[in-house]
């Protein structure tokens, strides 16, 4: 008899796993809506610390060309965090709690300190430098999920072009509110 631990953490025709510390079976569809739930979360909190200060502190800055309207970051986000959460969940499904979903992981709380950097601290630099490990962050977990489910891949592109964007607005707003 299979150690039952170890059959959930592995892929199956029916996918499912378990967390790490668990051999208790998560349903693929419970699943799903936890690593979509975390990513919206982190999107939750990003915005309530973004509405703070966007009628505030960020109209004082001077903005870089290409500075999309405040209405427009919600919903591009919260699109972005359900394909995050879904690509997430596709490699969980094959791999379970593998290298691959925790440098996920890893990436998805870069991408949470970058609010608190730039509107919490009112910090443009910090936020920079958190971006820039963000941006390695996806890069590898690209290659990583490409190697191990094209699909989750793909789902992540434009995540990754939107944040090659974030950072182009980010260095912007370092270069042009020096004081």
Known sequence: MPNRRRVFQQSGPNGGGSFPGSSVPISPALALVGFIGLCLLVGVVGGSMTA?????????LHAPPGTPPNWV?????TILYVMVGTAGWLVWKRLGAARAVRLWGWQLAANALWAPAFFGLHSPRLAMAVMAALLVLVALTLRTFRRVRPAAAVLMLP???WCLYAAYLNAGFVLLNRS
């Not at 703070?52 to 004082?60: A, I, N, Q, S």
């Open 73 to 77: 970051f919600g919903p591009v986000w």
């Open 159 to 161: 995540y990754a072009a």
């Open 52 to 60: 703070r200060v966007v009628h505030t502190w960020y109209p004082t």
